[in-house]
């Protein structure tokens, strides 16, 4: 059963571009989380979505960032007009619905390091 | 919001050498897990553990939910247990996202 799959592993941008991040969940597995790792810190939410749905937007940039999860396809972060201070590992976590027979617990993604030049 | 604090912030030990790392939360939780972030950046599952003890190998990890603390003890460490051990809470509202700890980085040295 193959884990969470990341693409790219790693993205350089210049300034003004824009980067494209794609998580492919474990199968079976219908949520898909986002977040970010500046250097030396902890992970920090962004982004909360199912299939077509999202449901918890609350960490994520007010502006240039955007997020998706199609019924087909890889759950897509974007972010526009990239700056230097984007630069950071994201990561992508998925996890199955929870309930009685089944928990709540993430996996985590090998990450995207993007870096901003 | 809910507050994450884990400590030791940073920990060195010999190789062989035991620890307990502890990670307190502010508010109830409905979910905890514990990862070790590896000195390539991959985080690895370590255990999911809201409440009661687990054991896997070397490591085991207990959760007393009503006290809002858990505990990862690591035994007989090797080198290879360096990294950064993160302790990720998802508050009891049912919010789904995780509220990560400040990590313990941990070197075991030869």
């Known amino acids: 059963n193959a884990g969470v799959m990341q693409n790219p592993r790693h993205l350089v941008r210049r300034r003004g571009q824009e980067a494209r991040l794609r998580c492919s969940p474990m199968k079976g597995h219908s949520h898909v989380y986002w977040y970010r790792q500046l250097p030396e810190e902890g992970l920090k939410f962004m982004v909360y979505?199912?299939?077509?749905?999202?449901?918890?937007e609350s960490g994520m940039p007010k502006e240039r960032f955007s997020a998706e999860f199609p019924k087909e396809g890889p759950s897509i972060l974007r972010i526009q007009q990239v700056v230097r201070g984007d630069s950071a590992a994201y990561f992508c976590?998925?996890?199955?619905?929870?309930?009685?027979?089944?928990?709540?617990?993430?996996?985590f993604g090998p990450g995207t390091r993007l870096t901003v030049t | 919001g809910i507050q994450v604090e884990q400590s030791p912030p940073d920990l060195i030990l010999q190789e062989g050498a035991n620890s307990t790392l502890r990670c307190n939360f502010s508010d109830s939780v409905n979910n905890l897990q514990w990862f070790h972030q590896n000195p390539w950046g991959q985080l690895i599952n370590l255990f999911y553990i809201p409440s009661g003890t687990k054991q896997n190998g070397r490591l085991s990890a207990t959760t007393v939910a009503t006290e809002r603390y858990s505990l990862l003890y690591i035994s007989s460490s090797q080198t290879t247990d360096s990294g950064v051990y993160f302790c990720a809470v998802e508050r009891a509202s049912g919010t789904y996202k995780y509220i990560f700890g400040t990590g313990t980085r941990l070197k075991v040295l030869a």
């Open positions: 979505l199912q299939k077509e749905n999202i449901i918890d």
């Open positions: 976590a998925s996890s199955q619905p929870g309930g009685l027979e089944t928990s709540y617990e993430q996996y």
